[in-house]
């Protein structure tokens, strides 16, 4: 379904790929070499390592991006979380398991990537569970019955995919190699949950109902899962130019469109917008207005569900402190026979 076909190259020519990657240059002669290395190394499309040279905005912004989307990740294991006990046959609480599980570890390769930019996952742990840290806006809303597993797995894991192909291709090596990975796994989570919708809409009418209530409550909040319009994003202009998103909000937006409607028409439900049209001009799905005010409150703690998801990261993050403590006091005891031995 979501492979990595959809790694498009980027489209250096265009207009406004053009502005988003005008931005200034080094302040001062003394950096001026190094940033004109780090220059050619970008535009070159190489990897820039944790020991190379970086501008320290280019780290800042990796550590902020990295660090939400490693948020997002463990945040992400409770809407689905809640169903482990409630999943309707063994194969489908197995399944489930095995996801939560995936997202879990795509939460640790993403702290350990950031990690080799300078910033402890403590640091990054305190700011997730103060509130200081943004994570995704999807998480934030409730999953009312067993059909919200089928449309995470199908249009938030399709969303997420397609905005993590191209992060494959990041300047950041460490965050590239980590994304391989990760998309991997998201197109096995976004395939399970396509086929636990097939499933359901060979059911019974309630089944069907079920199945177009969890689309109809999912849909818009998973366009807004790409971020603000461009015009609105302050973030994507050095993002560009450093080769950390190769896509636009917007265009990755318009993506997904593209490639869901043909999938939401095979599963037989009705995406809820009424001016999602094929433009043959544009040769795209036009599609009608996001709510950005809904979208913001979420995004700045208002959200349905962000009192509770915060509530629950923080107890279990209590919850495991003996785990922390025992698997620390368990090195220390390994290092110091290992010191023994070799004295
Ligand atoms: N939710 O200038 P912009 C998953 C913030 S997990 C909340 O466009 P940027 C999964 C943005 O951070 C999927 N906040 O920013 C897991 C910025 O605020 P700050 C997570 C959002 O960084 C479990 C401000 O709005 N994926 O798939 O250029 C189960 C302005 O935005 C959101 C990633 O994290 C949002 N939706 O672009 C199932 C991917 N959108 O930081 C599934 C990596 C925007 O200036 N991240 N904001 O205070 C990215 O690709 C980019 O960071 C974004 C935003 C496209 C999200």
């Known amino acids: 379904m979501y492979t990595q076909s959809f790694n498009v190259p980027d489209d250096a020519g265009d207009a406004k790929t053009a502005r988003l990657k005008a931005v200034p240059g080094p302040v001062d002669a003394a950096e001026a070499a190094l940033q004109a290395h780090f220059d050619t190394v970008i535009d070159a499309d190489h990897k820039v390592e944790p020991r190379d040279w970086m501008p320290e ?19 992400g294991m409770l809407p689905e979380g809640n169903w482990i006990s409630r999943a309707p046959s063994l194969k489908r609480k197995a399944i489930l398991i095995a996801k939560v599980q ?25 700011g997730l569970h103060s509130g200081k840290a943004k994570y ?42 980590a994304m391989i990975r990760v998309c991997k796994e998201e197109s096995f989570h976004q395939r399970q949950g396509y086929e636990a919708l097939l499933v359901m809409m060979q059911g019974t009418a309630e089944q069907k109902a079920m199945v177009q209530d969890a689309v109809n409550r999912y849909w818009w909040k998973c366009l807004a899962m790409f971020g603000p ?40 439900v009705t995406l809820p917008d009424p001016d999602l049209k094929w433009n043959e001009a544009r040769g795209h799905y036009d599609y009608g207005q996001i709510d950005w005010d809904e979208f913001w409150a979420t995004v700045n703690g208002n959200g349905p569900m962000n009192k509770e998801r915060l509530a629950t990261r923080v107890k279990a993050h209590e919850q495991g402190a003996w785990v922390r403590d025992a698997a620390l006091a368990h090195a220390r005891k390994q290092q110091q026979r290992q010191q023994k031995e070799a004295a």
Not at 57 to 75: D, F, G, N, P
């Open 57 to 75: 905005a280019y780290r800042k912004t990796l550590v902020r991006q990295i660090s939400q989307h490693a948020h997002s990740e463990i945040v």
């Open 102 to 126: 995936d997202e879990g570890g795509h939460g640790l390769y993403l702290y350990s990537a950031a990690e080799t930019l300078g910033t402890s996952r403590d640091q990054m742990l305190d």
């Open 136 to 177: 995704s806006s999807i998480f934030n809303y409730p999953t009312l019955n067993w059909a919200d597993v089928g449309v995470i797995g199908w249009l938030v894991d399709g969303a997420a995919i397609m905005n993590q192909i191209p992060l494959c291709r990041c300047s950041y090596g460490p965050y590239a190699r």
């Open 229 to 268: 319009p461009d015009a609105d994003s302050p973030n994507s202009v050095q993002g560009m130019r450093w080769g950390i998103k190769r896509i636009s909000n917007d265009d990755l937006r318009q993506k997904f469109v593209d490639a869901t409607v043909p999938q939401a028409e095979v599963l037989g």
